[in-house]
């Protein structure tokens, strides 16, 4: 059996087990679960997971490292032998269970997991889990909130410290949507565990423990900064120099993008970042790159971003076809600025993965006659986009027509 364990490729059984505990600590672990700590040679935690289940550890124990890949990499070198990983509720939703299962394969590990903050949550206000939102904003931006913010939505939010209900309660007052109900869970399942409500725009809770979730009904005030869910958005939610792919243009673009699950964008000459931050918001799996060569617009999109709860957005300051170099390889390309210039689109189509898809728009002569060239070599779609918009002349209206669109979309054989 020793031979087995020692041989890396020849391990057969679980080596690792991931618990999850709760607040009210070894009291609401089952039997199986104090056995496995209890026997286990080495004990990885929190130092407030370590603390709960303190009585059971009989062995070594291992404090979380900082940064959190060391630790990993100590688990990682134990391959083989016992060890037990301590982690809040469930492992596997926002927690330590799936960042190690990128590196050790499912079948090394065995997990036993507790009641997660959500589903505490839920199961305290009364609300259908599955007909909530849920966001973890532990350690990432409060503005990935924003696009959950619908009128009549529930929310729930799993914050970083105490201070994450007060800055929830700020974004929520500063977007219009100062009446929403927000409640904070603290501590849930533990002896300290406390349920307060307050709305939004009077948040004036002291004292929140470091571990809480936010619980939010939304309520939109007129002119709440609500992000239809729909493609095309209004031009006026985007902070832009005119420098934007239109509404109704960028609707009919990102249809021809065609975006499907976790896929990486190229948005070169991102100008706004329209088109990159409406690809984001089509799923949160959704990844982009906005090149743009121009720093006081590479500056307006990561503004842009923040705004419509895509901060994930990855934003390239610099010329195409150089500032593609080293960027990692894209699934779908949007040409929509300096398209025109030598190389570009040729650096584009080559760095485009096979069956990618690629879609450019020109409105000048030059960038039309290069989307017709590369249209007769390689064959596509080839579509001219006409809008006119109604407005005042004299006393009447008229149509006056926007300059019209050239787009071509292809499929990288």
């Known amino acids: 059996m020793a031979d087995i364990w020692n041989s890396a490729s020849a391990i057969v059984a ?13 009291a609401g672990l089952g039997d199986e679960a104090k056995r496995l700590i209890a026997a286990a040679p080495v004990v990885f935690g929190g130092a407030r997971h370590l603390e709960l289940a303190a009585a059971l550890i009989k062995s070594e124990r291992q404090i979380w490292q900082s940064p959190f890949e060391k630790s990993v990499e100590a688990i990682v070198s134990r391959r083989g032998s016992p060890v037990v990983v301590l982690a809040s509720g469930d492992p596997f939703l926002f927690g330590v269970g799936a960042t190690l299962a990128r590196r050790i394969d499912a079948a090394e ?26 966001v973890s904003l532990h ?22 410290d105490e201070s994450g209900p007060k800055g929830v309660a700020e974004l929520l007052r500063e977007n219009g949507f100062g009446q929403s109900q927000l ?10 565990e406390r349920v307060s409500q307050q709305i939004a725009a009077r948040f004036a809770l002291e004292d929140i423990q470091s571990l809480n979730v ?33 509404r109704e243009v960028r609707a009919l673009t990102l249809s021809a993008l065609a975006p499907r699950r976790g896929e990486l964008l190229w948005d070169i000459g991102a100008g706004s970042g329209s088109i990159a931050i409406e690809w984001m918001l089509a799923d949160p799996a959704m990844r982009a790159i906005a090149i743009e060569a121009s720093p006081e ?18 934003v390239v300051e610099g010329e195409a076809p150089a500032a593609l170099n080293g960027l990692a390889q894209p699934d779908v390309v949007f040409v929509g600025g300096g398209g025109s210039e ?16 690629l879609v450019a728009n020109a409105v000048t002569t030059e960038m039309e006659a290069v989307l017709i060239g590369h249209h007769a070599r390689l064959g596509g779609s080839l579509i001219r986009i006409d809008i006119a ?16 669109v050239t787009q071509w979309s292809w499929v990288k054989a």
């Open 214 to 246: 936010c619980a939010i009904e939304v309520v939109a005030d007129a002119g709440a900064r609500v992000l239809p869910l729909a493609a095309g958005l209004d031009d006026a939610l985007f902070e832009h120099d005119g420098q934007i792919t239109k």
């Open 297 to 314: 617009r590479t500056e307006r999109i990561g503004r842009n971003a923040a705004r419509f709860g895509v901060p994930g957005l990855v």
């Open 389 to 404: 918009r109604a407005s005042p002349v004299g006393r009447m209206t008229g149509w006056r027509p926007a300059m019209p």
């Open 14 to 26: 679980p080596w690792l087990t991931v618990i999850g505990i709760g607040e009210d600590g070894v």
């Open 342 to 357: 030598p190389g570009v689109m040729e650096a584009a189509i080559a760095a485009l993965r096979p069956g990618g898809r």
């Open 109 to 134: 590990i065995r997990t036993i997991p507790a009641p997660s903050a959500f589903s505490l949550a839920a199961s305290r206000l009364g609300w259908a889990l599955q007909e909530v939102a849920t």
């Open 183 to 192: 409640t904070v869970l603290e501590a849930l399942g533990g002896k300290r």
């Open 139 to 160: 350690g990432r931006p409060l503005d990935l909130i924003r696009p959950h913010l619908q009128p009549g939505a529930r929310v729930l939010a799993l914050t970083s």
